[in-house]
Nanobody
Framework: QVQLVESGGGLVQAGGSLRLSCAAS????????MAWFRQAPGKEREFVAA????????YYANSVKDRFTISRDNANNTVYLQMMKLEPDDTAVYYC???????????????????WGQGTQVTVSS
């Protein structure tokens, strides 16, 4: 099973940027589709972005489209989430997720992915 470790979270002012990283180990990374989800206090975990294992097809939640970019570096077993124009509503714990050969689409749900990281906190102040 893949091990996932997120990093890059922190406190940022509204309008600022952050880049999250998720390092994977224990598997052939290029076989895994990857995604980012987030969970704010009192809310369900929600889809943010996903990138496929093969042709690097990407999908985004409408709330982050044109502000966030997901990418992957298969040589370094890492997936990234570049977040720009951050808003207070982006405040949440961000989780990296992975599953082997899974097809990606818009509006993915947590049960689409088998493996999860521990999460990294992102706080956006107004």
């Amino acid at each position: 099973q893949v091990q996932l470790v997120e990093s890059g979270g922190g406190l940022v002012q509204a309008g600022g940027s952050l880049r999250l990283s998720c390092a994977a180990s224990g598997v052939t990374f290029s076989d895994y589709s990857m995604a980012w989800f987030r969970q704010a206090p009192g809310k369900e975990r929600e889809f943010v972005a996903a990138i496929s294992w093969s042709v690097k097809r990407t999908y985004y939640a409408n709330s982050v489209k044109d502000r966030f970019t997901i990418s992957r570096d298969n040589a370094n077993n890492t997936v990234y989430l570049q977040m720009m124009k951050l808003e207070p509503d982006d405040t949440a714990v961000y989780y990296c997720a992975a599953d082997k050969w899974v097809g990606v689409r818009a509006n993915m749900i947590p049960s689409d992915f088998l493996s999860w990281g521990q999460g990294t906190q992102v706080t956006v102040s107004s």
